[in-house]
């Protein structure tokens, strides 16, 4: 048997029993010491007499004892859950039978084994591994395998393992004048088949050339560059060696290479390809191990992590005779750790003039031609500086801007989507992002810089006016919203395997921070969207986390009647709730306190009542299977130990479940199942200011002015992106980044400012009070903000401009401090 088909129980803080089997995660009703099969012709095993689907009369029910309460087991291990042949014969020898006598084959996923759509932060795959490997056809991927051979080989023969103790640092780093024929260059470029190392860190080099320093760069613990690569090369000679001979888990205690643990396992892969499975990911590893054995491989090291993973498949027996490339490729086919794409909108060329170039060559193109080959720049870091030196706008805030639409179109990745559009409202077609990726194309006459992508052009539309395109953006991201209409659009049934959500990187970081810590702070300036990105989280989050039982679309737009009745939806079901922190609030709101309450006699008498988070706490544990949200708005604005009371020891991960008695004498405990989320304005008070033992048990994570969302949005000659980002370039200067100035500020709704007399207004009723009270009515400092021609400096005024000379004077002001 295939240890997939073993079954593995972990018990929760809480007290909860999760299962793993096949792949697949549940949590278990406890036998009661008793099972019962249906009366009519039902094939399922239950635990509860009150299961819904407990057919016919009860007194015709067949109940079996099970004094080791292991029935469930036995008949689950027996054979996999699609072999019903296989386990009416472990019920037929057990005596398991149905009302009409016969073996039953299931164990019912309502009353016994209820399936969870995620454990932690780890999602489960749609389908069972045992389904799963029947359906992975390894020769579809055969060529792929020559390839990836292929490909090794050739690595092996340009950096043999003998020339490793010469080899001199400019043959291994990025960043030099002959970067091409460096080690990490074919790493991370030139070995497209094999496992993909393309982008994150520089430091996943662990040392390699910057340009903009003119320095190499290594740990601090090196003395110099001729120490740092000693000392490294040397770890990656015996980490091969170590591989080679005592086992892949002895490579963890290599220091020298703890920081380049991606290229470490690349180069391992090579050299010795039988000592690991090539997966570079951390989160990937701990997510296979946990899927093919119920383990949890999180606190294991990272090589450990592989030697686990390794041990899993080797002992089952259905992955006999797989190449290890092979078993990685099934792995990300059957539960891709991460599986919602980034999704970026790219104009090949002015009004689309490249797109026939681009459809018959299988790549999406842009310019910037005079930055040069994007792989020759170690680090993101030095990409900015080359940009810069290259000044293709001749404006240092528009090439900032640019700099940004460039490296987020290097950064596609293989399974990425690129939408080719022209102009305005015309989409011409949309690509998959092959495996080749990024190529420096200099035989075109301009656009150099290629991506390769597999193009679909039954996506091509042109898009309503609701959802045509605004500003000048050669690159540009795709809200989900707008994904939605251009899927709608297309030609022909759309595959289910097609329908994915656009990557959004603030829902995967708020995710796996709610998973590890259970409550989490989101802090920034005034006007950065903490509140918008709150609910869209909390839409977004339920709802996945829901799989579907609960009527609403993930990828609402804020702002629309679909979004609010989604919210709405979530509110009414329990799973949602909200509360506004206040100076008045208090733990009687937030625990439990007495209340006033009209009597019979006509007089008033004091109720104990719970407060809000008790009845959610109480709702989830009536319903241990489904996450609860409480978003908390301007946390900061209460007094937050005296709301929080006891509460703040069970919020730790590992107090969950744990029961406290509270003043009133009741017993109160707060479920695993239980989330919080706030949001808190740095402008009325800083983090460092927080009660510590409430720092200690909320991750916080801060949200900054998003430029990006205005870039290329203009009014009148203005742009708002280059507005907003000098704007806070002054204030940072003055103030500090907590006094910034939010990008929602330009914005209504979801969109930007598009009129004169929008933006007038904003910048008179919104903008210039804030800067006003952040200056302490400071007009000198306020003119350093805004330009001496709209503050009055002298009569301690504003100048009365009109709304369009207003305008004016901010896009002079910008243009005069452009090479600031």
């Known amino acids: 048997m295939g240890i997939g088909l073993s079954v593995t129980t972990n018990e929760t803080p809480d007290g909860r029993t999760i299962v793993h089997y096949d792949g697949q995660s549940f949590e278990l009703t406890p036998s009661p010491g008793q099972v019962i099969c249906p009366a009519s012709d039902g094939t399922a095993l239950h635990h509860s007499r009150s299961c819904t689907h407990m057919g016919g009369y009860e ?455 709610l998973a590890r810590k259970g409550q989490v702070i989101l802090y920034g300036p005034p006007g950065t969207g903490k509140t918008y990105a709150s609910l869209r989280f909390a839409l977004r989050w339920l709802s996945t986390n829901l799989d579907g039982s609960e009527d609403v679309d993930p990828v609402a737009k804020p702002g629309t009647l679909k979004f609010q009745k989604g919210l709405n939806a979530l509110h009414q079901a329990g799973y949602l709730t909200q509360v506004t922190f206040h100076p008045a609030y208090g733990y009687e709101d937030f625990i439990e306190g007495f209340r006033p309450q009209a009597g019979g006699d006509g007089g008033l008498r004091l109720v104990l009542r719970d407060g809000i988070f008790k009845q959610v706490c109480e709702a989830a544990a009536a319903n241990p299977e489904r996450p609860h949200l409480l978003l908390i708005d301007e946390i900061n604005r209460g007094d937050i130990p005296k709301i929080l009371g006891e509460l703040i020891t069970l919020l730790e991960r590992d107090k969950r479940g744990m029961r406290v008695t509270l003043p009133t004498g009741r017993a109160f405990t707060v479920p695993s199942n239980v989330y919080l989320l706030g949001t808190m304005n740095t402008a009325d008070r800083s983090i460092r200011l927080l009660d510590s033992a409430l720092r200690r048990r909320f991750a916080f994570h801060e949200l900054l002015p998003d430029t990006d969302l205005l870039d290329g949005q203009k009014v009148g000659d203005l742009d708002l992106g280059l507005l907003l980002r000098e704007l806070n370039r002054r204030v940072v200067k003055e103030l500090g980044r907590e006094r910034q100035i939010g990008h929602s500020f330009f914005m209504s709704g979801s969109e930007p400012l598009d009129s004169e007399a929008d933006l007038a207004a904003v910048v008179r009723t919104e903008v210039l009070p804030l800067l006003q009270e952040y200056a302490y009515d400071d007009y000198s400092m306020l003119s350093r903000f805004l330009g001496q021609e709209i503050v009055d400096v002298q009569a301690h005024t504003v100048a009365g401009l009109s709304d369009e000379r207003l305008v004016e004077a901010l896009s002079a002001e910008l243009q005069e401090s452009a090479g600031e």
């Open 59 to 513: 007194d015709s029910w067949k109940v079996y004892p099970d004094p080791n309460r292991d029935l469930w087991l036995r008949l689950s291990e027996a054979a996999p859950a699609d072999d019903a042949p296989g386990r009416r014969a472990f019920a037929e020898q057990a005596g398991l039978r149905n009302g009409q006598g016969r073996p039953i084959h299931k164990v019912c996923q309502t009353c016994t084994l209820v399936p969870l759509t995620s454990v932690g932060k780890i999602r489960t795959p749609a389908r069972p591994l045992s389904q799963a490997i029947a359906a992975f056809d390894r020769a579809a991927y055969a060529s792929r395998l020559a390839e990836a051979k292929s490909e090794i080989a050739q690595v092996v023969q340009d950096f043999p393992l003998d020339a490793w103790p010469t080899m001199p640092l400019e043959r291994y780093a990025l960043g030099t004048d002959v970067f091409r024929e460096s080690f990490s260059y074919r790493m991370e470029y030139g070995t497209r088949t094999l496992c993909d190392i393309r982008g994150r860190s520089a430091g996943k080099n662990i040392i390699y050339w910057s340009k903009k320093h003119g320095a190499w760069k290594y740990p601090a613990e090196y003395s110099d560059e001729v120490d740092a690569w000693n000392r490294v090369r040397a770890g990656f000679i015996q980490a091969f060696e170590s591989a080679r001979d005592d086992g892949i888990a002895y490579v963890d205690a290599i220091k020298e290479l703890r920081m380049g643990f991606t290229i470490a396992t690349k180069a391992i892969s090579c050299y010795v390809p039988d000592a690991l499975i090539p997966i570079t990911g951390k989160e990937h590893l701990h997510a296979y191990a946990y899927h093919l054995s119920g383990r949890d491989a999180s606190k294991l090291d990272p090589f450990a992590s592989h030697e686990l993973l390794k041990q899993l498949v080797e002992d089952d027996g259905r992955f006999a005779g797989w190449h290890l490339y092979e078993v990685a490729w099934f792995l990300h086919e059957w539960v891709n750790p991460k599986p919602d794409p980034t999704i970026l909108m790219v104009a090949p060329g002015k009004e689309g003039r490249y797109w026939s170039d681009c459809l018959e060559g299988g790549y999406i193109c842009a310019g910037w031609d005079e930055v040069g080959e994007l792989t020759r720049f170690a680090s993101e870091e030095d990409f900015r500086a080359g940009f810069e030196a290259a000044d293709p706008h001749g404006h240092k805030p528009t090439n900032s801007a640019k700099a940004r639409e460039l490296w987020r179109f290097f950064q596609l990745r293989p399974g990425d989507r690129v939408i080719a559009n022209r102009g305005h409202k015309e989409i011409l077609g949309v690509g998959t992002v092959t495996a080749e990726g990024y190529r420096w194309r200099p035989e075109r006459p301009e656009y150099f810089n290629t991506v390769a992508v597999d193009w679909d052009t039954s996506y091509a539309q042109t898009l309503p006016v609701a959802q045509q395109l605004s500003g000048q953006k050669t690159v540009r991201d795709v809200p989900a919203d707008l994904w939605q209409t251009i899927q709608a659009g297309r030609q022909g049934a759309l595959a289910e395997a097609e329908r994915v959500i656009p990557d959004d990187p603030l829902f995967d970081q708020l995710s796996g921070l």
